[in-house]
């Protein structure tokens, strides 16, 4: 019996601090001089802190065109708002897969003055065909992503994908992504097939992780892995929390500026007049 190839790391790198919205204070790990993305990742960023001067301004009405928005809260509460008349609450656990598709905008309010707020956004890539489809959301309360326990000590609360039969709610047949919120227990591992085509990366949140080839990987070290057909992580002398993200690159042309993410600059340009119009 052949043992499926361990994916390499690639790359190692660690966020870089700045702020959002109105102020609010996060590490962004993708989307930096450093890795602008990894096809079909544009984005990911870190927030976490029990300042409300961190995060009290919180996100304030702004638009998103051709690609899609995932918050996934492990602390705290924001409220969401949007043009069209959707409204929700993201509480501890929770996860919100927004397609913002052909034009959203849209609000992320803190609904708490003090205490910790904590999790991740992470923006994913929409193929030419489906960047002008209509605004739609996936979203879902800590009850209804499911955990597998794959062995002793190992929980992997699963958002999108599968692991040991436990299927996460997400679906996007587009990139096929996988998202994953690990948790071992000190010295244990946990192993992962992930498609060799994909692109794929994890980000370590709590405590330390060994990998093969790198042998302490601590927390805020975001790994990019190179081809293979598995994932392997260890934990330390500690217990780890980490985020396992995959997904199939789409392999297009790319042209960003700022909320809007689309294949040429025509088409840039064309999100700008249509929004200044009030077409989203």
Do not use: C
């Not at 052949?2 to 870089?16: E, F, I, S």
């Not at 217990?239 to 297009?252: F, Q, T």
């Amino acid at each position: 019996m052949n043992l499926p190839a361990l994916r390499p790391v690639a790359r190692r790198l660690r966020g870089m601090p700045t702020s959002d919205g109105a102020g609010v204070r996060l590490t962004r790990v993708i989307g930096t001089n450093q890795l602008p993305d990894l096809d079909p990742f544009l984005l990911l960023d870190e927030f976490g802190s029990e300042k409300p001067g961190d995060y009290i301004g919180g996100f304030p009405s702004h638009p998103h065109r051709g690609f899609e928005t995932v918050t996934y809260m492990l602390d705290g509460r924001m409220r969401h708002k949007d043009n069209h008349g959707n409204e929700g609450l993201l509480t501890p656990g929770s996860v919100q897969w927004m397609t913002a598709g052909r034009g959203i905008v849209h609000s992320e309010m803190p609904e708490q003055e003090q205490g910790l707020m904590r999790g991740f956004q992470l923006w994913v890539n929409l193929p030419a065909k489906d960047k002008m489809t209509t605004p739609q959301y996936q979203e879902f309360g800590a009850d209804r992503i499911p955990e597998a326990r794959p062995s002793d000590g190992v929980r992997v609360k699963v958002i999108a994908g599968t692991v040991d039969g436990v299927e996460g709610p997400v679906r996007q047949p587009a990139t096929a992504p996988t998202y994953l919120d690990i948790a071992l227990e000190p010295g244990k591992a946990f192993e992962h097939a992930v498609p060799s085509g994909h692109s794929a990366f994890a980000y370590v949140y709590e405590g330390v992780v060994n990998i093969e080839g790198e042998d302490v990987v601590p927390k805020g070290d975001l790994l990019v892995f190179g081809p293979g057909e598995a994932i392997r992580v260890t934990a330390g002398g500690a217990p780890v929390r980490m985020i396992l993200v995959a997904g199939r690159p789409l392999k297009e042309p790319v042209a960003r500026y700022g909320p809007f993410v689309m294949n040429t600059q025509a088409e840039i340009r064309q999100a700008f007049t249509d929004y200044q119009s009030g077409k989203f």
